[in-house]
Each structure stands twice: as structure tokens, then as C-alpha cells.
Nanobody, 130 residues
């Protein structure tokens, strides 16, 4: 399984950026896939992910209303549209795929913990600065 993220770069605060992740070599229809990021000195965190089973999405509170996850199944490509970016969005962004689906306890919603992902691509650096 290979995942290749691209599209990172330098963007000014308030600007937009679109990340892409090309996926190959995975045959099952039961998986989740998403975007994660790691800022200097911080732990890797989930940004947004999507269940391939039912299309349910997850967004971290810090990006809700600003980022949008989408995919082109015909091209096996995952996207992350980043709008109204902030300096705190600066990080290395990774795409990852997991063979399990995770839901919060007590009927909680779908989410994608970094420890639950099985395949990782190399990251792409996003720097938000004026």
C-alpha cells in the first residue's frame, strides 16, 4: 500500500491550500482514510478523515468550518481543502489509511485516531506565515 501526499507549501494567514493524497495497492472496501498533522514539538493529531463504508466524515474541532475532506474514487485520490488557514495550522500533513473503523464510546461519532491507522504516506509541509 502506498500513499503519497502533495500540495503543501507556504501560504499567508487567511489563504487557502489544497492537499492531495494518491493511494495505491489497497483492495478492500472496508477502511477509513484521512489527514493527520504534526507540528514541531507536538504529537501527531487527526485533522479529518472519512469512512469508506458509509462516507461519514470526522473533523477536528480546530478545523471545523475551514477544512473540507473529499475524494475522487475513480482516481484513488484523497483531498483536503484548507481555507482561512491560521499560523497554528503550520505542520507536516500526512495522509493515512486504516483497516478498522473507530467510534466513540456510548454511541459516539466516527473518528480516526493516529494509532489506529495502518498505512502512512510521507508528509507534506504546510507553513502558514506572512
Amino acid at each position: 500500500v502506498q500513499l503519497q501526499a502533495s500540495g503543501g507549501g507556504l501560504v499567508q494567514p487567511g489563504g487557502s491550500l489544497r492537499l492531495s493524497c494518491a493511494v495505491s495497492g489497497f483492495e478492500s472496501n472496508y477502511y477509513s482514510i484521512g489527514w493527520f498533522r504534526q507540528a514541531p514539538g507536538k504529537e501527531r493529531e487527526g485533522v479529518s478523515c472519512i469512512s469508506n463504508v458509509d462516507g461519514v466524515t470526522y473533523y477536528a474541532d480546530s478545523v471545523k468550518g475551514r477544512f473540507t475532506i473529499s475524494r475522487d474514487n475513480a482516481k484513488n485520490t484523497l483531498f483536503l481543502e484548507m481555507n482561512t488557514v491560521k499560523p497554528e495550522d503550520t505542520a507536516i500533513y500526512y495522509c493515512a489509511l486504516g483497516e478498522r473503523l473507530y467510534y466513540g464510546s456510548g454511541g459516539g461519532g466516527f473518528y480516526c485516531p493516529p494509532y489506529g491507522m495502518d498505512y502512512w504516506g510521507k508528509g507534506t509541509l504546510v507553513t502558514v506565515s506572512s
